[in-house]
């Protein structure tokens, strides 16, 4: 114990300070360390390395088109935080199979999508602190653009690996709806992964994404290269249309500024054996629940994202990504659903079904 010289009635414990440093220098690395993630993924390096298989630095630019100097640090640095391999004994970088998956295969985990969406949200500092300031919100339209394209990247992978194997299917009879063909609404579509999953899978029941962010509308269209499903600007209170098989909500129900009517509107719009989808992220009852890794990236991203949003939108009391069961809960009781349950869940996502 030693004494805190500004206020000698209190003491400092020299274990609990070296461990909060080293969680300070740990995050300290991973805070500049997500700059030269994005780096190395618009510069190609990770492709590049993996495919080339065990090389100098010299040998990695010459393959990239860049300069040696930087691609010597920029090496390093990777694998003093182990996203990539080195082998001291030759001066040479690789990738393992599983860094490969995560950093260099874009159908892959593509954790470089997690670092464009968190240097975008830094990017947009001055506003949130504005926004701390005053009590205002902050639109999603009015981020950085690296917003809507690294949230895209961000959420893909896990939608990919679990929408059509585990969240369907846990719906009893709507896997076989589906394939029958009825009519869907994927309501705050983002730019359309979740739409275009839907679409491919089920070619007899017609797809259409609703989002109220006109750029991420178009950039869903273009990415929709099969023409498989449609796309149109709307919000969850006022998307067109009725008799829906399927509504569902990807991670977005959270971010709205009245949630109960957006709950109120899609009951409305569904078929009496109707299904509505609702995919939000994994949170405990509690805050001491989500006092964890996961919980924390969750908060930090609301900080910047989910409340400010809601709050453009009027909300009172915007629920945060962080909100939990309960909530999402009395939502769907108040908005007239008779029935509500959670029916799978991941470390990152909860998913709840709800019909009238």
């Known amino acids: 114990m030693t004494v805190n010289q500004e206020d000698p009635t209190r003491t400092v414990d020299q274990t609990r300070l070296d461990d909060l440093l080293g969680r300070f220098v740990n995050d300290l690395g991973a805070t500049i360390s997500a700059g030269n993630v994005i780096l ?52 040479r970088y690789s990738m393992t199979a599983e860094q490969a998956l995560a950093f260099a295969d874009p159908a892959g985990l593509d954790l470089p999508g997690g670092f464009e969406l ?32 690294g949230c895209e990247r961000f959420f893909r992978p896990g939608y990919v690996a679990n ?26 579509c983002g730019l359309g992964t979740s739409t275009r999953l ?16 006109g750029r991420s509308v178009e950039l869903a269209r273009a990415a929709d290269q099969a023409g498989s499903c449609t796309f149109a600007a709307a919000s969850a209170q006022d998307f067109p249309g009725t008799g829906y098989g399927l509504v569902t909500t990807f991670d977005c129900l959270h971010d709205m500024g009245d949630p109960l009517a957006a709950a109120r509107h899609i009951r409305g719009a569904l078929a009496e ?17 989500n006092l964890t890794p996961v919980g924390r990236s969750y908060y930090s991203f ?10 453009s939108e009027g909300a009172a009391d915007a629920l945060g ?36």
Request: glycine share 12%; charged share 15%; proline share 6%.
């Open 40 to 91: 190395g993924d618009k510069l190609g390096l990770y492709r590049a390395l993996a495919e080339a298989g065990p090389v100098t630095p010299a040998e990695l630019a010459a393959r990239t088109g860049t300069a040696e100097r930087y691609v010597r640090e920029w090496l390093a640095g990777q694998a003093a935080g182990n996203y990539i391999s080195y082998d001291a004994s030759t001066g």
């Open 163 to 188: 929408l059509l194997s585990s969240w369907i299917p846990a719906v009893d009879g709507l896997d076989e709806r589906l394939a029958a063909g009825v009519t869907v609404a994927d309501v705050g």
């Open 321 to 356: 990504n962080q909100a939990g069961e309960a909530p999402i809960a009395a939502l769907v009781s108040g908005a007239g659903f008779g029935g509500f349950e959670q029916v799978a869940q991941t470390p990152f996502n909860l998913v709840y079904a709800a019909r009238p």
């Open 273 to 289: 054996d109707g299904v509505w989808l609702i995919v939000e992220p994994f949170a405990g009852a509690s805050v001491a629940d």
């Open 198 to 213: 839907l679409a491919s899978r089920y070619p007899a029941s017609a797809v259409t994404g609703f989002d109220p962010h």
């Open 118 to 149: 968190a240097a975008a949200c830094l990017a947009d500092g001055a506003m949130i602190e504005d926004a701390f300031r005053t009590g205002d919100g902050v639109a999603w339209g009015a981020h950085h653009p690296g917003v809507f394209t």
């Open 302 to 311: 609301s900080t910047f994202l989910c409340v400010p949003h809601a709050i």
